[in-house]
Structure formats: C-alpha cells, structure tokens
T-cell receptor, first 114, second 114 residues
C-alpha cells in the first residue's frame, strides 16, 4: 500500500480558471476527507465521504467548489472560477470506520492562483 | 463549536533536550479524542499520538508522551531526547465522538538544532 496519493503536487492557475485535484485513498479505507490549509494555519475541514456518499460539507465549501467520489474509491475536488483567496494547500485524508480522527493524510496539492 | 488553541507559534531546542508543546481546547462534549499530528517540511501530516478523553492514563508512544488534563482542557505533548528528525510543524487536533470533522489548532513550528 502506497498511502494516500494526491495529484498534482503543485498547480499554478490564472484567476477565473477551473482546476481539479485528485485523491487516491488507501484502498481499504471507506472514508475520505478534504481539508484546506493556508500558510501558517492548521488544516480546515472542507468535506467528507463515506464510500460514495458525501455526508458533510463545511460552509467554507462555496458553490464554486464541488467534490465527488463516484465509485467510493478516488475523489476529485474541483474549484470553478478560481480566486486569489483559493490559494492554499488542499489536503486529502482517508480512514476506516471507527477510526476517530486517526487519519492518513496525503502530501497535498499546493494551489497558487495568479 | 469546538476550538483548539496552540499558544506557541515557534519553539527551538537543542538535540537531545526535552521539549513540551502546549495545547488547550474548548468543548462542552464529554466524549472526544485528542491528537498530535506532525507535519515535516515535506508536508505529509503524520499521526504522532492519540488520547481518548475517557482514559485517565496519559498516552505514550516511544519518545512522545502527553499530559492530558481534562478538567483544565489541556493537552500538552512532551518530546524526550529530541532528534533532528523531530523538526516539523506540530498540530493539536480534537474530534468529538461520533463526528468526522477533525478540528486543528494553528500549529507550533518546532526546530531541533544540532
């Protein structure tokens, strides 16, 4: 098992463009989480999936953000009409049922909006 | 809403010394879990140690131990015999039982000097 994989590692985009990130969790983990981390801050929860169902979304997840986990395996996070304030590290994590908070994190995707 | 506060933005110690990182939290819940995560410069977040609130005994993992004071809502991390590889951002985190959202503190940047 190679852990949680995120792609790409870095993304530079122009304001107004759409971007999509991918997360491949640990294969036996049924729960998947997205967090956002801005410079000098702790990660903030965005959303979480149990299998293919998106069960919770943060108010941080505006209508420009959408996340999917179509087959309960990998997940994508799309940001439409990017703004400079979207510049951050986007972290993905996964866990099994009953593992309260003991997540395995990926290395993240660093988004820079110019 | 739960909040987690880390009052030490940066700390620096010499190799082999012992260092203690502070964390306080605010919650009205009685059943919850607390964590310390480490984020080295490569950015992947790693779980260091976990404490269940219902357990009075402080958790220990090799050189890492916690001082959990439930009444004071305090959860400090002690690193003994510090090593250069301990250099990282350290995040304190909280999750209430039954929830899926980890709440992180702002982090403490720890540097171990040779």
């Amino acid at each position: 098992d190679t852990g949680v994989s995120q792609d790409p590692r870095h993304k530079i985009t122009k304001r107004g463009q759409n971007v999509t990130f991918r997360c491949d969790p640990i294969s036996e983990h049924n729960r998947l989480y997205w967090y956002r981390q801005t410079l000098g801050q702790g990660p903030e929860f965005l959303t979480y999936f149990q299998n293919e169902a998106q069960l919770e979304k943060s108010r941080l997840l505006s209508d420009r953000f959408s996340a999917e986990r179509p087959k309960g395996s990998f997940s994508t996070l799309e940001i439409q009409r990017t703004e400079q304030g979207d510049s951050a590290m986007y972290l993905c994590a996964s866990s099994s049922t009953g593992t309260w908070g003991g997540y395995t994190f990926g290395s993240g995707t660093r988004l820079t909006v110019v | 809403a739960q909040t987690v506060t880390q009052s030490q933005p940066e700390m620096s110690v010499q190799e082999a010394e012992t260092v203690t990182l502070s964390c306080t939290y605010d919650t009205s819940e009685s059943n919850y879990y607390l964590f310390w995560y480490k984020q080295p410069p490569s950015r992947q977040m790693i779980l260091v140690i976990r404490q269940e609130a219902y357990k009075q005994q402080n958790a220990t993992e090799n050189r890492f131990s916690v001082n959990f004071q439930k009444a004071a809502k305090s959860f400090s991390l002690k690193i003994s015999d510090s090593q250069l590889g301990d250099t990282a951002m350290y995040f304190c985190a909280f999750i209430r039982q039954g929830a899926q959202k980890l709440v992180f503190g702002q982090g403490t940047r720890l540097t171990i000097n040779p």
